[in-house]
Structure formats: C-alpha cells, structure tokens
C-alpha cells in the first residue's frame, strides 16, 4: 500500500547576515577604519540583537605613534593589541568609560581601530534605558556612549568578533546613498606631539550637506 502521508518539512533558520572575515581585519589599520564605515556592530544580548551602524572610527597604528597605547611598549593593558587581527580591545579610561577597539594588521604589530560613533538600528528601548532616556541621535555617538549602549566592559576585552558563536561581531552593512567620507585628526591627543597629534587618521561618515562635515 502506497503511503499518502505528506513528508515532513525541515524548516532551517535564516542564513547569518555575512560577517567580517579575519582576513579583513588584517589589513593596513588605516585600509580597516575607513572599511568600517557603514558596517554593522552588532551585541548579541539573551539572544536578542543590539546593532548600529559604524560611523566614525580612528586609527592606532604601531609603537612608533605616540597617540597608540603601544608606544610604551607590550603591557598587561594593551597585551591584546599585540595578539591576532579580528579581536576586541577594550579599556577603561578616565575612570568612568569603557572604550571599544578592534584589533588589526598581523600578529606582533600592535594596532587598532577605536569604535568612535554609531547610527542605532537594532536594540534601541534597551540602549535608551541604558542612556537615560537621551534622543536616538544621541545613544552611540560616542566611543564610550556606544558602550554604555551595547553594554560592552572589560569582560569583552580579548573577545573574538570572528568567532563561531560571537556575542560581539561586525555584519557587512551598507552605506546609505548621500553619505560622504569626512577625514580628520584624531580626538583628545592634547598631550601628544605633533606628527601624530595632526595625523588625519579619523574617519566619519555624515550625510551630504551636514554643517559639521567642515568642522
């Protein structure tokens, strides 16, 4: 007797929006903070998703620059930076503010782009809950307000963004039409002599005709 029964169905879930592959992060650091823009952060959190899209990025790049943790040589704090490409570098400074890094170049070469500001896409009542309630253009516009919004703390500090199963990783995005590339130097390197306090090594990504892409 031929059997009427219909075949079950496997339902598979979603394929995985496509994530940055380790062979990108090591790359020139410069090739990589640019490259960053307009891609996804995204901070997987009891299973549901915090994402934005990066904005503005600056660049770290060897001992020689003296804006660069690394520029007094490997220590406990920057050990991460002198590990493989694909990695979170996280720190604490002024203490009060975790600030978010993603390591780059080859191993040995310390380097690293900082995670400056983000456009909310994902997550946003517990990033506003996080941020007291501030205007969304405000959540992530900011090193350290993008992690008081995603919650990243030391404890992502070494984290694998390549990982199988990453609680913090990079999607590929895409950067919205009438968006430009605005070039600067770096924020907060009052200290630092020049060169490397001029050095135009931050990257923003701002609509076409925002005032504040002259600044």
Known sequence: MTSTRTPAVVRRSPAPASRLPRAFFGRPTLDVAR???GQRLVRVEHGRRLSGRIV???????????????HVGRTARNEVM?????????????????LLNVVTEQEGRPAAVLLRGLMPLEGLPAMRRRRGGVPEERLADGPAK?????????????????AAQPRLFIERGRTPEKMKVTVGPRVGLNTVPDPWKSKPWRFRLMAAGDPSMEK
Do not use: K
């Open 35 to 37: 490259g960053l823009l």
């Open 56 to 70: 503005e990025t600056e660049a770290y790049i060897g001992q020689e620059d003296l804006g660069c943790h690394a």
């Open 146 to 162: 993008l992690c008081q919004a995603l919650a990243v703390d030391r404890s992502f500090n070494g984290h694998d963004l390549c």
């Open 82 to 98: 002198w590990g493989p490409p694909g990695h979170a570098y996280v720190y604490f400074t002024y203490g009060m503010h975790w």
